[in-house]
C-alpha cells in the first residue's frame, strides 16, 4: 500500500486507510481515485501530490 502526500498542504492520502467520510474504501489504489478527486483540506488535484515514505 503507498502514500501520497499533497505538496501543497501535507496532507497524506494512505490506500490502506481511504478516505471512508469521502466514499473511498480502505484499500483503494491511488491509481483507483477520479482523476476530477481534490485534496479535502486544500483542493489541489491528483497532480500535486508525490509518493512518500512515513
Known sequence: MKKLQCKMCGWVYDEAKGIPDEGIIPGTAWA????????????????????VEI
Open 32 to 51: 483507483d481515485i477520479p482523476e476530477d478527486w481534490t485534496c479535502p483540506v486544500c483542493g489541489s488535484g491528483k497532480e500535486d501530490f508525490e509518493m
